[in-house]
């Protein structure tokens, strides 16, 4: 895979900043001239009143200000000389103007080493990202600094884009006990045999990320067992590295697998746990990823599950295609949110779309994005009779529990339209369906769709939920979803809506123009 694009792709995942960092001066010319503190002032008199209030109020001001701004403060008076050295630092390394180039970077390291060994208060949040094959030495000296100045968030990403060589961290980011939050990014974990597993190692870290780390299953076990507190668990663009991923930390809440591959999660006692969010690399995954749920008694939002290539185990019960019937201690009833990524051209992944479903009961939002067959998929065999959409019975959550339907990609041909039909006749509780056509389909084909659309609704005398068809206005990341902790749905559904059924007033369709 192109280095250019996991670099990219880690980026994008990374965290911002609590408040701006400024303008990026990285890599800029001694030459560069900053504008200066008196320019921006007018200098007509008048008295002083914010130089009088105390230091604790100054530093709450100076605390909401970008780090170049708070730096300049310090010409205003003696009063706020040096005054900003003593709030918590947010930093990152492309912030300071040196004369450094692309290629050589060093002088930019060197100024960065003198700036944090000058600083004089904590260091709240830092952002580091170099080539730290060239300045090994640096990291060794600033992970040493690191572990006596308090330190909150460390996100440390290795970058070299080609070639793409990935060195070893430093033993010594264990020593960095006050962590809340750490995100670590294209390195060689340290080799943890022989250390003790304590919880003093990380006993804040509330927020981990593991983006494209080279690491064993035991190096994870040893980073999860040394944090007690963590909350937040993610991984970007990690691909079998850890292979095996067993959760047991009572306090962990999220779990988010962004671009990664794993060959077994197991959600063993994870008794907090409240969401699971998947997103494999790559469109259809041929390796099958086992997922494991034990006692998850919280867990309520949980996708994408792939038909394809996820085996899924709950208890002692490996769901299989074809399950008429659900055992209740081989369902999850806390479920509320569940997204699954199916190819209706193949059967066995339609009858394992069904047995999901009834693993979950009480579902009551359901996303499906439609996946296209492989050029490997030899048992696509067409569309599934009538006879067997009509004999469907025994999944709770379409019949009792579904309020909302996303159908994501959708043609309305073969087994999705046979599906929508199952829909529109047994999901009584239904208030909502959304259905969001591909992003390059001509008009014609949403002709198609409308039409049928419309067939059904007027057949389905009892509906009375909402319809809207959606056309995307391109493709979209959607990790700032799958990482937003407030968003009850996690699962987007963005785009232009082009008909809209309004089920409480009637059956007629309304064209929402541009």
Same mark, same amino acid.
């Given at each position: 895979m192109d280095s250019r694009? &996991?670099?990219?792709?880690v980026e994008c995942c990374l965290p911002e900043p609590p408040i701006p960092?400024? +303008?990026?001066?990285?890599?800029?010319?001694?030459?560069?001239?900053?504008?200066? @503190?008196?320019?921006?002032?007018?200098?007509?008199?008048?008295? =002083?009143?914010?130089?009088? /209030?105390? *230091? =604790? /109020?100054?530093l709450n001001i100076l605390s909401r200000l970008p780090l170049a701004d708070a730096g300049r403060t310090s010409v205003v008076s003696k009063?706020?000389?040096? /005054?900003? #050295?003593?709030? +918590?630092l947010i930093f990152r390394g492309d912030q300071l103007t040196t004369d450094a180039s692309y290629w050589d970077d060093a002088p930019l390291v060197e100024e960065i080493s003198k700036f944090l060994e000058s600083y004089e208060g904590a260091f709240g949040w830092l952002h580091l990202c170099f080539d730290y094959v060239k300045h090994e030495g640096a990291l060794t000296n600033w992970l040493r600094l690191?572990?006596?100045? =308090?330190? #909150?968030?460390?996100? @440390?990403?290795?970058?070299? !884009?080609? +070639?793409?060589?990935? $060195?070893?961290? +430093?033993?010594?980011?264990?020593?960095?006990?006050?962590l809340r939050r750490l995100y %670590?990014?294209?390195?060689?974990? $340290? *080799?943890?045999?022989?250390?003790?597993?304590?919880?003093?190692?990380? $006993?804040? %870290?509330?927020?981990?990320?593991?983006?494209?780390? &080279?690491?064993? *299953?035991? =190096?994870?076990?040893? @980073? &999860?067992?040394?944090?007690? !507190?963590? #909350?937040? @668990?993610?991984? &970007?663009?990690?691909y079998k590295s850890p292979s095996r991923v067993h959760i047991s930390s009572p306090a962990l809440s999220r779990i988010v697998l962004w671009l990664s591959t794993v060959e077994e999660l197991a959600l063993v006692t994870p008794t907090r746990l409240q969401r699971l969010i998947l997103e494999p690399c790559g469109k259809r995954?041929?390796?099958?990823?086992s997922v494991v749920i034990g006692n998850a008694p919280q867990l309520e939002v949980i996708g994408y599950l792939q038909t394809a290539s996820h085996v899924l185990t709950i208890g002692d019960t490996i769901v299989t295609a074809g399950l008429k019937y659900m055992r209740p201690e081989a369902t999850v009833p806390s479920v509320k949110v569940l997204a699954l990524k199916v190819c209706f051209g193949v059967d066995k992944e339609v009858k394992m779309l069904l047995s999901f479903l009834r693993c979950f009961p009480c579902v009551e939002t359901l996303h499906i994005r439609m996946m296209p067959p492989s050029s490997e998929d030899n048992e696509a065999n067409g569309e599934l009779s009538n006879v067997f959409w009509q004999t469907v019975a025994g999944v709770e959550c379409i019949e009792s529990h579904l309020t909302k339907v996303v159908l994501d990609q959708t043609t309305m041909v073969g087994n999705e339209f046979g599906f929508i039909k199952m829909l529109f006749e047994k999901a009584e509780m239904l208030q909502e369906m959304v259905l969001v056509l591909p992003w390059k389909f001509r008009w014609c084909k949403q002709q198609e769709v409308i039409d049928k659309v419309a067939e059904q609704r007027a057949n389905a005398m009892f509906a009375k939920f909402e319809l809207r068809l959606l056309v995307p206005l391109g493709p979209e990341?959607?990790?700032?979803?799958?990482?937003?902790?407030?968003?009850?749905?996690?699962?987007p559904s963005v785009g232009r809506t082009i008909l809209w059924s309004p089920g409480a007033l009637g059956r007629n369709l309304r064209w929402i123009r541009d």
């Open positions: 694009y &996991i670099f990219e792709t960092a400024g +303008p990026c001066y990285r890599y800029r010319s001694r030459g560069y001239n900053h504008r200066t @503190l008196s320019s921006t002032f007018p200098s007509d008199g008048g008295e =002083d009143h914010i130089s009088a /209030l105390p *230091d =604790d /109020l100054r009063c706020w000389r040096g /005054l900003w #050295k003593r709030n +918590p690191f572990a006596t100045k =308090d330190l #909150k968030t460390l996100i @440390l990403v290795h970058e070299r !884009q080609y +070639p793409l060589v990935i $060195p070893r961290l +430093p033993v010594s980011v264990l020593s960095c006990s006050t %670590l990014g294209l390195w060689k974990f $340290p *080799d943890t045999t022989g250390l003790a597993r304590s919880p003093g190692v990380f $006993p804040f %870290l509330e927020e981990l990320g593991i983006c494209h780390i &080279i690491m064993q *299953d035991h =190096d994870f076990e040893y @980073l &999860i067992a040394c944090s007690p !507190q963590l #909350k937040t @668990l993610n991984f &970007i663009q990690s995954p041929t390796n099958n990823t990341s959607s990790w700032s979803y799958a990482s937003a902790v407030s968003a009850s749905d996690p699962f």
